[in-house]
C-alpha cells in the first residue's frame, strides 16, 4: 500500500468517532425500524473491523484487532452504563460484536482488497506508479 499510514490515521479517527459519539448525550430519536440502534451499531463496527483488516494481512493481527473491537465495543457500553443519560445494553455489545466477527469472516475474501484498490487508484492518479 502507498498510502497505509493515511488509511491507519483514518481508522484511528474512525476509532475515536465511535467513542465520542457511544459516550455523548443524544436526542431520543424514534425510528420507524424496530431496533434499528442495533443495525448501527452492527453496522459501525463491521466498518471498523473491515477497515483494520484491510490494512493488517497477518491473521494474528487480524484477530488481535476482532478481539480489540470486541472489547471497546463492552468497554463503551460500561462506560454509558456510568452515564446519568446513556444506558448500558447487552443487545448493543452483541450487535457490535456481531458486526465486529462478520467483518473478519470476510478478511479472506476479495472484501479485503478494496482499501488496497482504493489506494492503488489514488497513487495512480497522483502518478506514484510508473
Not at 5 to 15: A, P
Request: hydrophobic share 55%.
Amino acid at each position: 500500500m502507498y498510502y497505509r499510514k493515511l488509511w491507519l490515521t483514518f481508522g484511528i479517527i474512525y476509532i475515536i468517532t465511535i467513542f465520542l459519539l457511544s459516550l455523548v448525550k443524544v436526542p431520543d430519536i424514534s425510528s420507524p425500524i424496530s431496533h434499528s440502534d442495533k443495525i448501527i451499531h452492527f453496522l459501525m463496527y463491521f466498518i471498523l473491523v473491515g477497515w483494520f483488516v484491510q490494512l493488517y494481512e497477518n491473521r494474528q493481527i487480524r484477530l488481535f484487532v476482532l478481539l480489540c473491537a470486541i472489547f471497546l465495543g463492552l468497554f463503551i457500553e460500561l462506560l454509558q452504563g456510568m452515564t446519568s443519560y446513556r444506558n448500558f445494553d447487552y443487545y448493543d455489545g452483541i450487535a457490535n460484536s456481531i458486526g465486529a466477527i462478520a467483518a473478519f469472516s470476510l478478511a479472506k475474501t476479495s472484501f479485503s482488497c478494496i482499501l488496497s484498490k482504493v489506494d492503488i487508484l489514488i497513487a495512480a492518479k497522483l502518478n506514484k506508479i510508473t
